[in-house]
């Protein structure tokens, strides 16, 4: 499950306290079915194995898969706050302030947030998403009070 909480002790590179962060690894947070995505890895590595008769592209295969899925892989800590939104990812930060947010679009399970307010057939590559899991709500009025 991904773990939400109140005012932590982790800040945002502006130095100001984030009111929420939480942490999203689909790995762990969504199993058993993202653990097909591995399962998928797997046969599509030992499809290409047997269908070229090489294990070397096999692997390639499989690797260039999972390069392509990494998100699903690497635990991903989000925090929102006065400043924007940060997410932490190996220890790299990446911060979207929200006066660089054009426009937001609700999605099921999560939020993006997008860099311009015209739409585009590749914006939704350059936005960021926001998983909301079990805490919607709260990340709903976040956005919407920092986001005006």
């Not at 499950?1 to 945002?12: G, I």
């Not at 097909?36 to 692997?59: D, K, S």
């Not at 015209?118 to 079990?134: E, K």
Request: charged fraction near 20%.
């Amino acid at each position: 499950m991904s773990t939400a909480r109140d005012y932590p002790s982790s800040s945002l590179t502006t130095g100001r306290t984030p009111e929420l962060v939480w942490r999203c690894w689909p790995l762990c947070d969504r199993a058993p079915g993202s653990w097909l995505v591995v399962l998928l890895l797997l046969l599509v590595g030992l499809a290409v194995a047997a269908i070229t008769g090489r294990a070397a592209l096999g692997v390639l295969a499989a690797a260039a898969l999972a390069l392509a899925l990494w998100r699903v892989f690497l635990p991903v800590r989000y925090e929102i706050g006065p400043a924007g939104v940060c997410h932490v990812i190996l220890r790299r930060r990446s911060l979207l302030r929200w006066s660089e947010v054009g426009r937001v679009e609700l999605r099921p399970d999560g939020v993006l947030l997008f860099d311009r307010k015209s739409s585009g057939p590749f914006d939704a590559l350059r936005a960021v998403y926001l998983p909301c899991a079990t805490h919607r709500d709260v990340v709903l009025r976040l956005v919407e009070k920092y986001f005006r």
